[in-house]
């Protein structure tokens, strides 16, 4: 079992910043990868960035440029540092630690962080 703890969210106004953190325990895999989704109200989850074993990094193009992914391999953590922040990124981010394979994928293989709340005034 992999356990992960989401934290960092919170209230911010538009223009702002944010950096999310997830602390992985538990047992590792040399295969898994860790990504980073939310889910606003009323829509469904999406993907936003996710770094594999290799530091292999990809983005959600709609969030390229202004999120940024990064890890700590020797705290278990992987961050998402979020930069010019808009009221339409307001939504829970989770964090999810998986297969390579399948990191970027809703509803393949993985653990999922509980969530944190992100929200942007305008």
């Known amino acids: 079992q992999v356990h992960l703890v989401d934290s960092g969210g919170g209230l911010v106004q538009a223009g702002g910043s944010l950096r999310l953190s997830c602390a992985a325990s538990?047992?590792?895999?040399?295969?898994?990868?860790m990504g980073w989704f939310r889910q606003a109200p009323g829509k469904e989850r999406e993907f936003l960035a996710a770094?594999?074993?290799?530091?292999?990094?990809t983005y959600y193009a709609a969030v390229k440029g202004r999120f940024t992914i990064s890890r700590d391999s020797a705290k278990n953590t992987v961050y998402l540092q979020m930069n010019s922040l808009k009221p339409e990124d307001t939504a829970v981010y989770y964090c999810?630690?998986?297969?390579?394979?399948?990191?970027?994928?809703?509803?393949?293989?993985?653990?999922w962080g509980q969530g944190t709340q992100v929200t942007v005034s305008s």
């Open positions: 538990g047992r590792t895999f040399s295969n898994y990868g």
């Open positions: 999810k630690a998986g297969p390579e394979a399948t990191i970027a994928s809703i509803n393949g293989e993985g653990y």
């Open positions: 770094i594999r074993w290799s530091g292999l990094i």
